[in-house]
């Protein structure tokens, strides 16, 4: 039975009111089959009935379970390619120059969904910057809190690390536990993850070298992406990096950024 307007509706309003995502129409067919699996486990005869009883009978654990299902994202090793190729060949050199008195980086990955943005970043930067004795600490955030459970265990299937990651890069920086592949300590030592909602305050985060930022804004309306922009400028130092998603951008959003183009990635950087 498809969802009716109704369900669909009170769906929409509390991941909105919950995390500032937009499910417009159209969406109808993605709210159902994310609820598929919910309305299974609590014995609804479908997701309807599921939503309703919910919506009757409101529950916050259950309320919860249903945000954290329509706001998790899809993601891989190296996503896209050329947004690590120009982290590596263009801002590490750059941050080795101008962080030479430190000779330490934070780096945030904003929605790093089960980690394996935050942890793509952190292999990225052992031959580079760990090797030669920097510091490097990387913060995940997300606002799944069953996501940020895995991407803590560090733990993937065979189906996940092949998403992406070079065979070489398996074999150096994983271990083989039973089916599965876990991320080295050394790799994991270098990457903290906490529960964030982006239309919180950043304040306690402190500020950050680079910030990645990608295939979240795309989720909000213009005034939110705004507000997020705004929040984000403050958390970046000065001369830091944010990358955003390849559908993203700062014009027409928020102008105190200015963009710099490393080969085909557009990067942003705070205005001074």
Known sequence: MALTPTAFEWVCTLVR????????????????S???????AAGAADVNAYVDGVRLRPDRRTQVAIVEALTTNETSWFRDGAPF????????????QSRASTRSVRIWSAASSTGQEAYSLAIGLQDSLIAEGWRAEILGTDLSSEVLEK????????????RGLPAPMLVRHFTRTGM??????????MVRFQQLNLTSSFAA??????????????YFDLATKRDILGRVRRALKPDGYLFLGGAETTLGVDDNWERQLIG?????????
Do not use: C, M
């Open 17 to 32: 009111k919950e995390s500032a995502i937009v499910l417009e129409k159209g969406k109808e067919y993605l709210v159902e």
């Open 264 to 272: 085909r990635v557009s990067v942003h950087r705070p205005k001074n």
């Open 151 to 162: 991407a803590k265990a560090g733990t993937y299937s065979q189906l996940e690390v092949n």
């Open 205 to 218: 985060l402190g500020q950050f070298d680079v910030v990645f930022l990608r295939n979240v804004l795309i």
């Open 34 to 40: 994310r609820l598929v699996p919910l309305a299974r």
């Open 85 to 96: 190729q120009a982290f590596s060949t263009t801002v590490v050199p750059a941050l080795k």
């Open 180 to 189: 599965n592949w876990q991320v080295n300590a050394n790799i994991r030592q």
